[in-house]
């Protein structure tokens, strides 16, 4: 999608500060953490939000999470513990609308989330 901030990083038009990259996934760090790791982990294909996920999408769905759990490693973050989420739509706090997840680690997370 032409217009999508986060195909802009996967066509390299943005260069985001790139953690960790396969032939399907991209993480990079976000611009604005909110932790002192926090890398968001995106599908390369355009995909709004999770209401548009299609059964074809499930592995790519799981590709996210594989991601995260070797970005976690790299960061030195995967024993202490680190969050994982998917935020859609307005009232989950979605403001960019190309799938992605979120990885938090290297503080204490607190709950319920605000
Ligand atoms: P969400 O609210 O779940 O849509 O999250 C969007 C995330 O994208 C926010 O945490 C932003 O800080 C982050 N973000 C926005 N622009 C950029 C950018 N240019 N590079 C990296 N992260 C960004
Ligand atoms: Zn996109």
């Known amino acids: 999608m032409s217009d999508c901030l986060f195909c802009k990083m996967v066509t390299g038009e943005i260069a985001p500060d790139v953690v960790y990259e396969d032939d399907d996934v991209l993480a990079f760090r976000d611009i604005n953490p909110q932790a002192p790791t926090h890398v ?13 996920l299609e059964p074809d999408d ?7 999470s594989l991601a995260a759990a070797k970005v976690a490693a790299q960061e030195g973050v995967a024993d202490a513990g680190y969050r994982t989420l998917i935020n859609t739509n307005r009232e989950g706090g979605q403001v960019v ?18």
């Open 40 to 52: 968001l982990i995106v599908p390369k294909r355009h995909i709004s939000t999770l209401n548009d």
């Open 58 to 64: 499930a592995r790519l769905i799981g590709q996210l």
């Open 97 to 114: 609308f190309h799938i992605h997840m979120h990885l938090m680690g290297g503080r204490r997370m607190g709950w319920p989330p605000g």
